[in-house]
C-alpha cells in the first residue's frame, strides 16, 4: 500500500483558495487517490476521487500530475466551516483497504 | 445516497464488560467492511477487514480475541471489545463500499462510536 505524506497542518483565511499537496511516490498501477475530509467526532466524508488528471466536483478539485507521484486538493474560496483534517488516500480499485496517513488539519480564519 | 450507519454513537462501560458496535449499510449489500479506530487528535488506523461468511482479517497488532468481528450478513458488521479496558476508549469507525456502482463508487464510512471505558 503506498504511503502518503502531507502537511500536518495549514492555515488560511476565508475566502481564500486553499491547495493541499500530498505525496505518495510509490502508488501503483491499480491505486486510485482519494480524498476525505473529517469533522471532530464524525466519520470522514468523500471529497473527491481520481486516477489521473484533474478531476473537478461541486466541492473541490484534485489535480494530479503525469506521474502520479503527488495529487492536489485545492478547495475554493473556503469558509470556517472548512476547518477540518484532511486527508489523501491511495487505495487498490480492487480492494477497498485504506490506510490513513497524518492528515491535514486546515484551520480557517475569519 | 449509500450510507453507513453504526449504533451505538457513545458508549460508556465499566471496565471488564463487553461492549458491541454495529455497522450497517443501509441501502446496498457489503461483502467487505472495515474497522478503524481513532484516538483524539490522531488519524484512524485500520483495525480488521471484515468478511461477510467468513473471518476477519486483522492487521498487525490488533488482537482478534480482544476485538471480535462478526460479519453475518452483507448489511451488517458487528465489533465487539472484549473485557474492555479504559486504554480501548477510543472512537471506532467503520467503511464499507457500494458495490454496485462499480469499482469507482464511493467508499462511505459511519458516525463513528465513542467508547469510554470507565
Known amino acids: 500500500l503506498a504511503k502518503t505524506t502531507q502537511p500536518i497542518s495549514m492555515d488560511s483565511y476565508e475566502g481564500q483558495e486553499v491547495n493541499i499537496t500530498c505525496s505518495h511516490n510509490?502508488?501503483?498501477?491499480?491505486?486510485?487517490i482519494t480524498w476525505y475530509q473529517q469533522f471532530p467526532s464524525q466519520g470522514p466524508r468523500f471529497i473527491i476521487q481520481?486516477?489521473?488528471t484533474k478531476v473537478t466536483n461541486e466541492v473541490a478539485s484534485l489535480f494530479i500530475p503525469a506521474d502520479r507521484k503527488s495529487s492536489t486538493l485545492s478547495l475554493p474560496r473556503v469558509s470556517l466551516s472548512d476547518t477540518a483534517v484532511y486527508y489523501c488516500?491511495?487505495?487498490?480499485?480492487?480492494?477497498?483497504?485504506?490506510?490513513f496517513g497524518t492528515g491535514t488539519r486546515l484551520q480557517v480564519f475569519p | 445516497g449509500a450510507v453507513v450507519s453504526q449504533h451505538p454513537s457513545r458508549v460508556i462501560c465499566k471496565s471488564g464488560t463487553s461492549v458491541k458496535i454495529e455497522c450497517r449499510s443501509l441501502?446496498?449489500?457489503?461483502?467487505?467492511m472495515f474497522w478503524y479506530r481513532q484516538f483524539p487528535k490522531q488519524s484512524l488506523m485500520l483495525m480488521a477487514t471484515?468478511?461477510?461468511?467468513?473471518?476477519?482479517?486483522?492487521e498487525q497488532g490488533v488482537e482478534k480475541d480482544k476485538f471480535l468481528i462478526n460479519h453475518a450478513s452483507l448489511t451488517l458488521s458487528t465489533l465487539t471489545v472484549t473485557s474492555a479496558h479504559p486504554e480501548d476508549s477510543s472512537f471506532y469507525i467503520c467503511?464499507?463500499?457500494?458495490?454496485?456502482?462499480?469499482?469507482?463508487?464511493?467508499?462511505?464510512f459511519g458516525e463513528g462510536s465513542r467508547l469510554t471505558v470507565l
Open positions: 467503511s464499507a463500499r457500494d458495490r454496485t456502482s462499480g469499482n469507482t463508487g464511493e467508499l462511505f
Open positions: 510509490n502508488i501503483a498501477t491499480n491505486d486510485y
Open positions: 481520481g486516477y489521473k
Open positions: 488516500l491511495v487505495g487498490d480499485w480492487n480492494t477497498d483497504k485504506l490506510i
Open positions: 441501502d446496498f449489500q457489503a461483502t467487505t
Open positions: 471484515s468478511n461477510e461468511g467468513s473471518k476477519a482479517t486483522y
